[in-house]
């Protein structure tokens, strides 16, 4: 039988046929090596017959408890519900402010509408694609009541800086930490930097699952206690006791937003590879950067960018800056790679939130880095043979045009 190696010396040794496509992100070798997990932990949740509200759920809570070291990890559904359950458990009112980055991914904005507020968007940073606190600071009113940092791609966002301007203002802090596994400042892990963050185990992201998932992550007792009614239409939790006549007590209008069962297991699963993979993807990100930096055309690789002190890099997005971006993506695609622009269109500029009467130039970094971002692929899976050669055909397309 073949020797299993473990997963990133599988990585490191595949040569892959030359010319073969490089995809912008897989986990089939990943998922072949945790199989015989996998399937037990899924065969568990099979046999038991308990899809929804089964103790698998719970178990993966603990684990990720442990591993974040949040005293609450509360499994939900998706990030992006993660993200209005927090809200709404930290104490969002209808029409209250909450103060976003124009650059990130939309649920970032519409999980405030969805939950019943409005964003307001500010700028980022110069370098590191954090929301910038003094842009903070310039658009919050007297009607904000909370701002929401994001971290984004492989670094944390300036989280002093905003807490500054939050002590001032007396704003709550959320976090959009649903990219940010991993991430520690002073080794406290992202979404436990303020109130409350989320996580999102979407299938591309550094932890996903087989469908969508998420979880919501705080160290406070009344969110935790109101994010697992939320999940659950309103119930449950310390808030039946208060009712005792009524029999399934739903004491908030919620959502169904809990994690399957299901999606439990195989989380379970993967955590156990999570340090592994992202050791794994430290490797990949340097090796880039070696590649990547100084070729003439590419204007920014993340490494030239040091994080906030105190933070660590945890590599989710390998993300360049690139001259002619999408005839770059285009000569990529042509020669079999996945690219993926993070993110397309600045938040402010979008339909959704046209009603907020925003232009072009309200926010100029959020806008030059959508037109020049490209996050090139980046996985457990990824081979140094596949990755060298996304560097070579980044050489050859800027050679090309210089020629
Ligand atoms: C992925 C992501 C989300 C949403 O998570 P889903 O699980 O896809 O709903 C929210 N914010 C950011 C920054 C993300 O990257």
Not at 34 to 43: Q, V
Not at 200 to 218: C, E, H, N, Q
Not at 359 to 385: I, K, N, T, V, Y
Request: aromatic share 6%; net charge negative.
């Amino acid at each position: 039988m073949e020797k299993t190696l473990p997963l990133a010396e599988h990585a490191r040794a595949r040569n892959r046929t030359k010319g073969a496509p490089v995809p912008f992100f897989t986990q089939a070798d990943t998922f072949r090596e945790l199989w015989p997990e996998i399937r037990a932990n899924c065969t568990r949740v099979l046999d038991r017959g308990k899809f929804s509200h089964g103790s698998v759920v719970a178990e993966f809570e603990r684990a990720l408890a442990r591993w974040t070291g949040a005293a609450h990890v509360v499994g939900v559904n998706s990030g992006t519900d993660a993200l209005v359950l927090l809200l709404r458990a930290a104490g969002l009112r209808p029409g209250d402010e909450v103060v976003v980055p124009a650059y990130t991914f939309v649920a970032t904005a519409t999980s405030v509408v969805l939950a019943g507020g409005v964003p307001v968007f500010a700028d980022i940073e110069e370098r590191g694609y954090g929301i910038d606190p003094r842009s903070v600071d310039a658009v919050a009113t007297p009607r904000t009541r909370m701002v929401m940092p994001v971290h984004l791609f492989d670094r944390l966002a300036d989280m002093r800086g905003v807490h500054e301007v939050a002590r001032r203002r007396g704003l709550t802090v959320v976090e959009d930490s649903a990219e940010a596994i991993g991430m520690r400042l002073d080794g406290t892990h992202a979404g436990l930097l303020g109130t409350g963050g989320v996580l999102s185990f979407f299938p591309a992201k550094t932890l996903g699952a087989i469908g969508d998932a998420g979880a919501v992550l705080t160290d406070d007792d009344t969110v935790a206690e109101s994010v697992r009614a939320l999940r659950h239409h309103g119930r449950g939790g310390r808030t039946l006791d208060h009712f005792p006549g009524i029999s399934n007590a739903t004491v908030l209008p919620g959502c169904n937003s809990k994690m399957d069962d299901i999606q439990a297991a195989v989380l379970l699963a993967k955590l156990g590879r999570l340090d592994a993979g992202i050791a794994r993807r430290a490797e990949l990100s340097a090796r880039y950067d070696a590649r990547l930096r100084g070729i003439p055309g590419v204007l920014a690789v993340p490494g030239d960018a040091a994080p906030h002190p105190g933070g660590d890099r945890v590599t989710y997005v390998h993300l360049i800056e690139a001259e002619d971006r999408d005839a770059l993506a285009a000569h990529l695609a042509a020669r079999g790679i996945g690219t993926e622009t993070y993110y397309p269109t600045p938040l402010h500029l979008q339909p959704c939130f046209a009603h907020l009467g925003h232009r072009a130039g309200d926010f100029p970094r959020a806008e030059a880095a959508c037109a020049a971002a490209l996050a090139l692929p980046l996985h457990a899976d990824l081979s140094d043979a596949d990755l060298d050669r996304v560097c070579d055909e980044i050489e050859h397309f800027y050679a090309g045009r210089r020629a």
